[in-house]
């Protein structure tokens, strides 16, 4: 097997069994809402299912449709990603690093979507309960993390090849 593949399976792997713990850990001893300060007027560990997207994206729409959405993309989702890695070198580690965290992220609120038809939430950062972000998971990280560094490897080859054109 290829090292990108085996870079694939760690690293989803892990992020997946990390996030269904947490997840696991916060559906089977906080109430729904529930809240315990972590640090006071910044960060919570509260108990949010969120039945959209990222930012409760969808979360309004009709049942049916919502449910058709989010459990047909992801699957897709994963397939373009496993057909983008086959593109990439052993050697590109960082990619293969930023596909994979993206891989298992998806992987690991799709399980939720399957199993209760929501993601469960539950880090929740804010400014004196004034200024706040939608709370998230682990998931939620892997994939943010991951599109961040697919975007940040794009913007350095975009100006690597711009210096390289202008010598």
Known sequence: MKKKYLWLLAISGVLVALDQLTKAYVHTHFHLGESVIVIPNFFNFTYVRNFGAAFG?????????????????????????????????????????????IFGGAIGNYIDRLR????????????????????????DMAIVGGVGLLLLLMFLEKKKMKEEGAT
């Open 57 to 101: 994206f969808l979360a309004e729409s009709h049942p049916s449709f919502r449910e058709l959405f989010f459990l047909s993309m992801p699957p897709i989702a994963l397939v373009i990603i496993l057909g983008i890695l086959r593109g990439v070198k052993d050697s590109d580690t960082r990619q293969i690093i930023a596909l994979s965290s």
């Open 116 to 139: 209760f038809r929501y993601v469960i939430d539950f880090l929740d950062f804010h400014l004196y309960n004034r200024w706040s972000w939608p709370a998230f998971n682990i998931a």
